[in-house]
């Protein structure tokens, strides 16, 4: 097994991500990994694979892109209650905070948690995000959305 510079410096197996393809973490910096049709320009999140959906489009080449880092609240919650898989809930379940965020440049709305710490009152709309990653009850890497720096 290959072995990689972590951003702490030491040498570690690459982290387990919840939804591989969807997102990376490369030098501790966490991206969005989406689609943009090469002939429409339409960007797509989740990545998409066959073809492009715009139906003014015949397109088929969709190459990988990363998205913007940054974005603002377009709504959010907190959920009092578990979501199905592939979330892995700890016992007893904490509830957590979710952001629908805007990201800047391609106006996509992405789900999801918040970093903690980050609680629905410290939330509002048009506040600015950006996006980072954390485990998920102590197992996979998820995307998160955090104070922007």
């Known amino acids: 097994m290959s072995k990689r510079l ?8 690459p982290p387990e991500l919840a939804v591989p393809g969807w997102f990376t973490v490369e030098h ?6 989406g689609t943009r049709c090469g002939d ?24 990988e892109v ?5 974005g603002t609240v377009w709504s959010y919650t907190n959920a009092c209650y578990p979501p199905p898989p592939p979330y892995v809930a700890a016992e007893p379940y904490e509830p957590v905070v979710l ?6 440049e391609e106006s996509l709305v992405v789900l999801g948690q ?22 998920l009850a102590d197992g996979p890497l998820v995307w998160m959305w955090g104070r922007a720096s």
């Open 40 to 63: 429409c320009g339409t960007t797509y999140f989740p990545p998409e694979t066959r073809f492009c959906r715009n139906p003014d489009c015949e397109g088929e080449e969709l190459p």
């Open 99 to 104: 952001a629908a965020v805007e990201l800047a």
């Open 66 to 70: 990363r998205l913007s880092r940054r």
């Open 6 to 13: 972590c951003h702490y410096g030491r040498m570690s197996a």
């Open 28 to 33: 501790g910096v966490t991206w969005l990994l």
């Open 114 to 135: 918040v970093t903690p710490g980050l609680a629905v009152e410290d939330l509002r709309v048009g506040m600015e995000l950006e996006l980072t990653s954390g485990p």
